[in-house]
């Protein structure tokens, strides 16, 4: 399948923004641990939420008397923080399973993660290839303690520790070795954590400590997603006419989500945000309007938000605006290789950026002759969604397999086409 994008001359319009994967699949984990039967409200309907719903969901595989029957199979497709979070919340949870996904989930690395929940005690096993997922997990009481593991490695493993950590029977200390990246995400854990009843902080600038104090069981909303706004603020960046405007609802002023930085970065490039005062009965909302811009390059560490990075690579490229971008090391193991996939698609379009060991991004304007061919998204919704907003500056883009974007912003075409923007469909 392929979508032909056109882009209307001007932006009107007010989306409903979808519910934070992050905090959906979090508070999904966190509820299951507290026994509640309480389901958080206003889950996310993206494909990595419903995996993880489905999973939580399975019965447990034991007969009576407890003896374990075949583990259960629980498939998670492409949803990495699925495999991060339900590895964690298996190994402290009664019966065997075990864990797979994808062809390309099987290539993504989970090695840090296993070896720790061993340290614990945790009885892991890999199905397949050393340090890749399936994995066979056989789930019971931990003891917990001490821990160290690597700060600099996804902070997805360091949350599935965390979440895990108040049904230790000695909680857990955390210490993390090295940098620490994407630390937005581990507060917003810990934050969560807390919310539930949980007695865990920071104690040292690289420890975290989590004492064995169960979850509550409570009522939950979710809020909406930040990652999903940085599209938006794409195309308000991109957009000629000064008279355009957008409003996003559901975004918190005060979020814990490490994206809603988009906010900060989007006004480097013309996108001023203002909080609109709230009335009772009504949402959160965020107006976005255009102003001057003169920003003549963007030099940026992405170390704490890697997901706004095909964001803002993207835009820049059709703004002119040379830029350095760091703290890419993570982009490498995503839904695909992030870095390489970037490089490509955006030399399709004439666009001639190049990477620094695999962790860095550079574009200093150089420019090639485009092929006109489609953009590939390499089974990654952020290819889809970052890329499809270029068609403001390039008349019409097109983009092959486009319906990946259910994997976090499922509505994404259809917000597009209400907002004005073109989006046809072939074979």
Not at 21 to 45: E, G, T
Not at 319 to 326: R, V
């Amino acid at each position: 399948m392929k979508y032909t994008i056109t882009a209307p001359g001007s932006i009107h319009t007010r989306i409903v923004l979808p519910a934070s994967k992050s905090i959906s699949n979090r508070a999904l984990v966190i509820s299951a641990l507290a026994d509640s039967d309480i389901l958080p409200a206003n889950l996310s309907c993206c494909d990595d939420t419903e995996v993880m719903v489905r999973a939580l969901k399975s019965p447990s595989p034991l007969v009576e008397g407890g003896v374990p029957q075949s583990p259960e199979i629980i498939d998670i497709g492409a949803a990495g923080t699925a495999m991060r979070f339900l590895t964690a919340y298996f190994c402290v949870s009664a019966g065997e399973h075990v864990v797979t996904g994808t062809e390309r989930m099987r290539h993504r690395p989970i090695g840090v993660l296993v070896d720790a929940l061993r340290y614990l005690g945790a009885g892991v096993e890999y199905v397949g290839k050393e340090g890749f997922p399936p994995l066979l997990i056989r789930g019971g009481k931990l003891e917990g303690g001490h821990l160290e593991v690597p700060g600099n490695v996804s902070s997805q493993y360091i949350s599935a520790l965390l979440m895990i950590g108040p049904v230790l029977e000695k909680g857990l200390e955390l210490h993390l070795k090295g940098g620490i990246a994407s630390r937005p995400y581990i507060d917003l854990t810990l934050c969560m954590m807390k919310e539930y009843g949980a007695d865990a902080e920071w104690t040292d600038v690289d420890t975290i400590t989590v004492r064995p104090v169960p979850y509550r069981q409570r009522e939950y909303q979710i809020e909406s997603d930040w990652s999903a706004s940085s599209y938006w603020y794409e195309i308000m960046a991109l957009i000629d006419d000064r008279e355009s405007e957008g409003e996003l609802v559901g975004l918190m002023d005060g979020s814990r989500q490490g994206d809603s930085v988009a906010r900060y970065l989007s006004s480097t490039l013309g996108v001023k945000t203002a909080f609109v005062p709230r009335t009772e009965n009504t949402p959160a909302m965020v107006r976005l309007t255009r102003h001057v811009r003169t920003l003549p390059r963007l030099d940026y560490d992405f170390v704490n938000s890697p997901d706004l990075a095909q964001t803002y690579v993207a835009a820049c490229c059709a703004l002119g605006i040379p830029f350095h971008f760091t703290g890419l090391a993570s982009l490498k193991i995503k839904e695909t290789d992030r870095i390489e996939a970037l490089k490509t698609e955006l030399r399709k379009l004439g666009f001639v950026v190049r990477d620094k060991a695999g962790r860095e991004l550079i574009w200093d304007g150089e420019r090639c002759e485009p092929t006109g061919e489609p953009v590939d998204t390499y089974e990654d919704h952020r290819m889809a969604m970052a890329f499809a907003p270029l068609a403001i500056k390039l008349g019409q883009i097109e983009i092959n397999n486009p319906q990946v974007v259910s994997k976090s912003y499922p509505a994404f075409w259809d917000d597009l086409r209400k907002a004005g923007f073109g989006v046809c469909c072939s074979l």
